[in-house]
């Protein structure tokens, strides 16, 4: 009976695990992930909204002169790619993370 009752519990946790995980899962494809954007070498940050390869992409979250917080459905490469290609900035000049949650 202990057995049983072992497996199914077993069987249930197993569920449970999986289904947050689903669960996190389309919740990041649908709202993205969040990434800081900071501008190095005393540069100020350009103004994101007015970028048309941007738009729809990216939702600030919050700014300051050079550092901005985004919620994002394109990973932090293309990001930062694309800042670095519309701004004409090199690598070390724009600095994009992922934000741990």
């Known amino acids: 009976m202990v057995t049983i009752l072992a497996i199914i519990f077993g069987f249930l946790l197993i569920f449970a695990i999986v289904r947050v995980v689903q ?14 954007i900071t501008m190095n070498h005393g ?16 939702k600030i979250i919050s700014a300051t002169d050079n550092t901005c917080k985004v919620q994002s459905q394109i990973n932090d490469t293309e990001l930062k790619t694309t800042l670095m290609k ?16």
Request: cysteine-free; overall charge positive; hydrophobic content about 35%.
């Open 86 to 101: 519309d701004y004409g900035l090199d690598s070390t000049q724009v600095l994009v993370e992922e934000v741990q949650k």
């Open 43 to 58: 540069l100020k940050l350009p103004d994101l909204i007015k970028n048309d390869n941007l738009r729809g992409k990216i």
């Open 23 to 36: 669960i996190k899962m389309g919740v990041t494809k649908r709202f993205g992930y969040h990434y800081t």
